[in-house]
Nanobody, 115 residues
Framework: QVQLVESGGGLVQAGGSLRLSCAAS????????MSWYRQVPGKQRDLVAV???????NYVDSVKGRFTISRDNAKNTVYLQMNSLKAEDTAVYYC?????????WGQGTQVTVSS
């Protein structure tokens, strides 16, 4: 059984940095895209960043130049380096991985940015 385990969330002041990690446990033979989403109460879950198996990354406009997504295929792990954090980045962050038959979600990690 595959599980995604996230870590790295927390409380940080505006302008600070956090690094999120998401590691897949269990057997996944192939992972295509790895992504990070975020969600605030009462709103839909939105895509923040995505990285393909070959390392091509894309970001939502609001985080471009501040966030960096990366992955380690040997470890089935995806990272999100978040710099220059703003209060509006406060949300629960979820990782997502697309395998050959289905996609998988992490349990979510809270990121709170104080202004």
């Amino acid at each position: 059984q595959v599980q995604l385990v996230e870590s790295g969330g927390g409380l940080v002041q505006a302008g600070g940095s956090l690094r999120l990690s998401c590691a897949a446990s269990g057997t996944i033979f192939w992972i295509n895209n790895m992504s990070w989403y975020r969600q605030v109460p009462g709103k839909q879950r939105d895509l923040v960043a995505v990285i393909t198996n070959s390392g091509v990354a894309n970001y939502v406009d609001s985080v471009k130049g501040r966030f960096t997504i990366s992955r380690d295929n040997a470890k089935n792990t995806v990272y999100l380096q978040m710099n220059s954090l703003k209060a509006e980045d406060t949300a629960v962050y979820y990782c997502n991985m697309i395998g050959t038959r289905r996609d998988y979600w992490g349990q979510g990690t809270q990121v709170t940015v104080s202004s």
